[in-house]
């Protein structure tokens, strides 16, 4: 077999061509390995800053905390609850309730927004601030400025029976508890 100057060189080349572009594909894939290992790297530094920003919360979070437990201490005494502090049910809270005392206010009341026909605010045809329930007194504002001052007030028979019903209550409900109890 003759082979010639010319097809040596032609074999040649190809030879250095193939090795050539075997070292590109080997150096590519090592480059692409390493850029894997950075990002992988990369995304490790992000969660471990996030780790670190995390941890720094909890750590301003507890240290809060211990100081406003110290500062609960010192200033004001506050306590968690306890078990005996919870109210079991509608009852108990019922047994709380305390009837409205003789001279306790009624109820707050609002203001009428009807204009009177008569003309009590002085002929002007928009509601008067004289036509305002106290909810202290339980009058209009203009009763009282005409009521002389050492009369006693009239009682409401309404606010009467409300009061009653009040006091009364806690009696009812020992009852329904006596009667549910004799039942079971």
Known sequence: ??????????????????????ITIG??????????????TEKKIVWVKQD?????????????????????????GYKA?????YIEGERQLAALGVPAG?????????ANAEVP?????GGKGGPSLLAMVSPVAGATAAALSEAPKGRAEARDPEREAIARDAAALGKR???????????Q
């Not at 909890?58 to 905390?65: M, V």
């Not at 026909?117 to 605010?121: F, K, T, V």
Request: hydrophobic content about 40%; glycine content about 6%; proline content about 4%.
């Open 1 to 22: 077999m003759n082979l010639t100057s010319d097809r040596v060189r032609s074999i040649g080349w190809a030879s250095v061509l193939v090795v050539c572009g075997a």
């Open 27 to 40: 150096l590519t894939l090592r480059v692409n390995a390493v850029k894997s290992q950075v990002h992988d």
């Open 117 to 121: 026909a008569d003309g009590e605010n």
């Open 173 to 183: 409900l020992a009852r329904i508890e006596v009667a549910e109890a004799a039942q």
């Open 52 to 76: 670190i920003d995390f941890l720094q919360t909890e750590f301003q979070t507890r240290s809060n905390q211990q100081a406003l437990r110290d500062l609960n201490d010192l200033e004001f």
């Open 102 to 110: 003789p001279g306790a206010p009624s109820p707050i009341r609002y």
């Open 81 to 85: 609850p306890t078990a005996g502090q």
